[in-house]
């Protein structure tokens, strides 16, 4: 189930809302525990055993590593092991087939058949955020957490639990057990939910619809289809992912929880480090504490330095994916960041702001392509159009182009924080408030009118 | 309440309606507009559970079913016109009212495979073997394209498909209805069929090739209805937009010539099949739509047999045709499996005419099937 779909919606969400405010205080966790649980399993039941298991286990090293008779061995002997358990199904269900598939190359291991495991959804996500929460226990910056019910929810609340953010157990410890929800909060998550709805439906919906489009053609449509792709695609991955996060904050709102954010207007940055301190934050987070900063971080000579950033930046390629063009990509962003650190200082520091947004689009753009195709001899098609071989412009990539025109001006305004800022500037609350109305509903509405339309789905023998 | 509470309190209000409406109304099976039946609450067992398409099947029900469904269709095909995404379900809005499907998509091979069908049929029968391609609206009507509208490629097919036929004859049609078509609408607005003033004009080239003298138009009495909203329209999903007119062209003694469907086990009276016109689709009013095998037996008329291998741009002419042959074998190749050169023994037919919409020659497969 995704959050843009009629049945989470319609079926789903005003079910466990309706169900979440009947019920006492008390017995709101363990609905929510039994709705989470229901949400994945939809989507895989088989894999329930999987998110089972990792709340239980998990659990259990917490308390380990928590006991205030534990010795510090011992402690260190259950955080060990936990990360283990967390990183090897991390491994076994999502590289697998990748790691077989590099074996398998090598003569002796030949025979090995190709494997492919169907991914579990967010694991990704939730072994991360698992891992945190053993990391920061074992740190003692938090309390482990004794009710097994909230610890639950923590690893497999619904808003969170498929694409992010991913929370750090610190973060949300004491919602856990101990939130307030009241009317106003339920307000603006909705606000929230319906502008991550908004961005997903009207805005990445219609970019991958774009990048399909002209993806299809002969060389992209020429030099200029394939640029419009790649900004169709920059616009599809940044509003799908951003969307699905506004989503994601604004249903934790509704439930009482409060996520940090995750994006931050990405695409206005400087330079490439300011973008990654802008986009998909979360996870920069993650790295930096739980990788970056145990490697040793900045305090320590250049060249270990360099390496550090180049393990992190290899690592969140690879996480994104199990392919080769995942771990290039990451590649490709350790080395600029290497760059911006030790080379390109004033950009770096924002001292170049014209040039360094000119650098930092053409970068991240660039970077989207690698990101595209998963596929190296797809790359070289795609750049091999800038050689001129396929013309400037195809007349089928220009129609393609003209009809999301409109759109793709909308997208690049809604890039920026213009809307948020006007909506600041208006003096009267009850503008301000018709206006959040009027936008939710029409947000719903037309979304919902947008849903619909994807599943119409006529059987006409159309030709004959 | 407070005054921030009030987007929250509508959010919800809209999600709870929404939720109501869909428990309190009762499922629908069948969509008229989308001609299929629509997908139920799944059925869960064991093997959904296995397969992973528990979610997948939830959703499909939910959207089959959601209230009304038709409306938020409609609203979402105005709302992607105003924001210039012309291309509904692959249908675009010219001018006009103007409906068109967008162009095929064009598979030299199939082409390619189907013209080689029709040429070993020709030379491998002693029969007259004649192929007839009927254009698409948008190639005809290309002057009320919308902007920016995709290319139609029909004239370089159709030269195609002349230089590649040698041992069947080709008949022209898309140059009769390029002259014609500021005179009179010659294709639907909102279908990609021929209308009847269109099919009109290709039964006069197909007898002029075929060595018979058409009627005269002041033979039929023209009767119209109104109303007909094509496939295009029910495809698109653009409500608001007018249906067409459509004609049915009478002449004495069309009630008498005996309609034998084969795979219903029917045979009636009269080449209009009237009840379809109380549909919005009002085009199978013609012969009863796609069937594997039609025959139509007109005792008085003048001359033999015929066979046409034919989809159903071919029904509308079919009806003209029949005040000429005494048999004439409709054969629709997607259903009909047996082999046509087997018919021909049969029926003693000295002419076989493929008279085929040119999206379909370039596309389907079932061509492959003609021996």
């Known amino acids: 189930m995704v959050f843009s779909s009629l049945i989470f919606l319609y079926i789903y969400l005003a079910g466990v809302i309706l169900l979440y405010y009947l019920l006492p205080r008390r017995a709101r966790n363990v609905l929510l525990l039994a709705a989470n649980l229901l949400f994945y399993f939809c989507g895989e039941p088989v894999y329930i055993y999987l998110m089972l298991g990792s709340i239980g286990i998990n659990y259990v090293f917490g308390r380990l590593i928590d006991r205030p008779s534990a010795l510090p061995g011992q402690r260190k002997t259950a955080l060990v092991c936990g990360i283990i358990f967390d990183l090897s199904l991390l491994c076994i269900f999502k590289y697998t087939g990748f790691f077989a598939g590099i074996l398998s190359k090598i003569p002796v291991f030949s025979a090995i058949p190709a494997i492919s495991i169907p991914l579990p959804i967010g694991i990704s996500f939730y072994t991360f955020q698992t891992m945190s929460y053993l990391i920061d226990v074992y740190r003692k910056d938090v ?71 002209l993806a299809a053609l002969n060389g992209f449509g020429g030099v200029f289809g394939a640029l419009g792709a790649a900004f169709a695609f920059a616009f599809q991955l940044y509003f799908d992912f951003s969307g699905y996060s506004d989503m994601a904050r604004g249903l934790g709102r509704i439930f009482g929880f409060e996520f940090l954010e995750n994006f931050n207007y990405p695409y206005l940055s400087k330079s490439v480090s300011e973008f990654w301190r802008r986009w998909h934050i979360s996870l920069g987070t993650w790295f930096r504490e739980y990788v970056y900063i145990p490697l040793g971080g900045n305090r320590c000579t250049r060249a270990r330095q360099a390496f550090n950033l180049a393990v992190v930046w290899i690592l969140t390629g690879f996480w994104h ?60 098609t795609y750049l091999h159009v800038f050689d001129g071989s396929y013309g400037l412009l195809s007349a089928d990539a220009a129609a393609q182009i003209t009809a999301y025109l409109p759109l793709m001006i909308l997208a690049a305004f809604a890039s920026t924080p213009c809307a948020r800022v006007l909506y600041g500037r208006i003096q009267n609350v009850w503008v301000k408030t018709a206006l959040s109305c009027i936008c939710v509903v029409t947000v719903l509405f037309f979304a919902t009118a947008a849903l619909v339309y994807n599943s119409y789905n006529p059987f006409l023998y159309f030709r004959f | 309440m407070k005054r921030k509470a009030l987007p929250g309190v509508l959010f919800l209000a809209f999600l709870f309606s929404i939720a109501i409406l869909f428990l309190f109304t009762s499922p629908r099976s069948y969509s008229l507009r989308e001609k299929r039946y629509l997908a139920q609450f799944p059925e869960i067992d064991a093997q959904v559970l296995k397969s992973a398409q528990l979610s997948q099947q939830l959703e499909t029900w939910a959207s089959d079913q959601f209230p009304f469904r ?62 007839l391609a009927i254009p698409e609206s ?93 496939t295009a329209w029910s495809s698109s999903g653009y409500w608001l937009h007018d249906g067409d007119e459509i004609e049915l062209w009478r002449w004495d003694g069309d009630e008498a010539v005996c309609v034998e469907i084969p795979e219903e086990e029917s045979t009636r009276m009269g080449i209009f099949f009237m009840e379809h016109l109380e549909n919005e689709d009002k085009y199978p009013v013609y012969l009863d739509g796609n069937h594997a095998l039609t025959h139509l037996h007109n005792a008085s008329a003048p001359e033999g047999t015929l066979i046409l291998v034919k989809d159903s741009f071919a029904h509308c002419a079919a009806g003209f045709l029949a005040r000429h042959y005494q048999d004439l074998y409709l054969v629709d190749l997607r259903y009909y499996k047996d082999a046509v050169s087997t018919l021909v023994e049969q029926t003693g037919a000295e002419t076989v005419c493929v008279f085929y919409g040119l999206a379909n020659l370039t ?8 021996r």
């Open chain 2, 138 to 230: 948008g190639f005809v009507y290309a002057d009320a394209l919308p902007a920016f509208a995709p290319e139609y490629r029909d004239g370089e097919f159709l030269a195609q498909i002349e230089q590649t036929l040698s041992a069947a004859h080709y008949m022209d049609g898309a140059n009769v209805l390029k002259q014609a078509h500021e005179e009179e609408l010659l294709y639907y607005q909102t279908d990609h069929h021929l209308t009847s003033a269109g099919s009109y004009r290709v039964y006069e080239e197909l007898c002029e090739a075929l060595g018979l003298e058409p009627y005269g138009r002041e033979t039929f009495t023209v009767q119209c209805y109104e109303d007909f909203y094509g």
């Open chain 2, 363 to 370: 596309t389907d497969s079932s061509l492959a099937w003609l």
């Open chain 1, 143 to 213: 309390p482990g957490q004794k009710n097994i019910v909230a610890f639950g929810n923590y690893v497999s609340l619904f808003p969170q639990l498929i694409a992010g953010p991913i929370v750090r157990y610190r973060d949300v410890a004491e919602q856990l057990t101990n939130r307030k929800e009241s009317m106003e909060q339920i307000s603006s998550g909705a606000q929230l939910f319906a502008c991550g709805l908004a961005k997903k439906v009207f805005i990445a919906n219609a970019m991958g619809e774009l990048w399909s489009a």
């Open chain 2, 70 to 131: 038709d409306f938020f269709v409609g609203v979402c095909a105005y709302t992607d016109l105003l924001l210039g995404k012309n291309t509904a379900q692959d249908v675009l809005l010219g001018k006009e009212g103007w409906m068109f499907a967008a162009p095929a998509e064009y598979d030299a091979s199939r082409l390619a495979s189907n013209l080689a069908a029709v040429e070993t049929f020709a030379s491998e029968n002693t029969v007259e073997t004649y192929l």
């Open chain 1, 321 to 380: 994916g199990a392919s080769w063009n995942f771990v290039l990509w990451g590649a490709y962003y350790g080395v600029l960041l290497i760059l911006e650190k030790f080379w390109m200082k004033k950009i770096a520091a924002g001292q170049r702001p014209i040039l360094g947004r000119i650098y930092t689009l053409t970068a991240v753009l660039f970077g989207w392509v690698i990101f595209a195709f998963d596929r190296m001899s797809d790359l070289g």
